[in-house]
Nanobody
Framework: QVQLVESGGGLVQPGGSLRLSCAAS????????MGWYRQAPGKQRELVAT???????NYADSVKGRFTISRDNAKNTVALQMNSPKPEDTAVYYC?????????WGQGTQVTVSS
């Protein structure tokens, strides 16, 4: 059974930096894309960043220029580098891997941006 595990979340000050990582417990075939989503209390889950198997990236307007997504398809890992986080970035962040037959989700990791 394949599982995704996120790590790297925690408390960070505005203007600091944080790196989230996600690793799959087993081999995943036919990956279409990998991504990061987030959900704050009382809010809809929203896309943060995605990266396709071919390497093209897409970012939410709110994080462009501050966050960077990267992946290693051979290792089935995806990371999110968060620079200059803002209080409004506070949320539970979820790792996502999309294949041609199934979507995999991590358990989520809390990110809190506060002074």
């Amino acid at each position: 059974q394949v599982q995704l595990v996120e790590s790297g979340g925690g408390l960070v000050q505005p203007g600091g930096s944080l790196r989230l990582s996600c690793a799959a417990s087993g081999t995943i075939f036919s990956i279409v894309a990998m991504g990061w989503y987030r959900q704050a209390p009382g809010k809809q889950r929203e896309l943060v960043a995605t990266i396709t198997n071919g390497g093209s990236t897409n970012y939410a307007d709110s994080v462009k220029g501050r966050f960077t997504i990267s992946r290693d398809n051979a290792k089935n890992t995806v990371a999110l580098q968060m620079n200059s986080p803002k209080p409004e970035d506070t949320a539970v962040y979820y790792c996502n891997i999309v294949t041609i037959i199934h979507d995999y989700w991590g358990q989520g990791t809390q990110v809190t941006v506060s002074s």
